[in-house]
């Protein structure tokens, strides 16, 4: 039989998982936003220790693999997290942590400026390195600013800015 086709004993299950990539850009954080990633962090670990106790099945050792590069990952991210305060930001312009009322041919939306880790466009989060962040940072209440998106340019006024303590 050929080689190819055997399992080496000591080859890992995680050896051929990739790395989950890291951002190349600072990993800004609200206070909210780090807790949440502590709190993934710490469950991860509980899951892992879990998985380890357990992980006498191949779909298990997967599952432990997969696990463990997560964490790898999140302590990364934790490690390189960069709390910004909302209480530190400016008033009168748009910044990091900042919730943004914008009016727009398509209406009123609000959305807060946050860390990529903490996005959900969903609930009105956005990264600080999206095209919209990007269009609305520095901007004060009364500018209008071009949002760039695929479906096309959209041309929105900044109405308000709030600096929200995290919840």
Do not use: C
Request: glycine content about 6%.
């Amino acid at each position: 039989m050929s080689r190819s086709f055997v399992k080496d004993a000591d080859e890992s299950v995680g050896e051929r998982l990739p790395e989950i990539p890291l951002s190349e850009h600072p990993n800004y954080v609200t206070p909210r936003g780090l807790a949440q990633l502590r709190a993934r962090l710490v469950a991860l670990r509980e899951r892992r220790d879990t998985l380890r106790a357990a992980a006498d099945t191949l779909p298990q050792q997967r599952e432990l693999a997969e696990v463990e590069r997560e964490l790898r990952w999140l302590t990364t991210r934790v490690g390189s997290a960069i709390e910004i305060e909302p209480a530190q930001q400016p008033r009168d312009r748009v910044a990091f942590g900042a919730a943004v009322t914008v009016d727009s041919e398509e209406g009123e939306a609000r959305y807060r400026i946050v860390g990529e880790d903490e996005a959900d466009v969903e609930h009105g989060l956005v990264s600080y390195v999206s095209p919209l962040a990007k269009a609305l940072l520095g901007a004060r209440v009364g500018d209008e600013v071009t949002w760039q998106r695929p479906a096309g340019d959209l041309v929105i006024e900044l109405t308000g800015i709030d600096y929200p303590e995290d919840d």
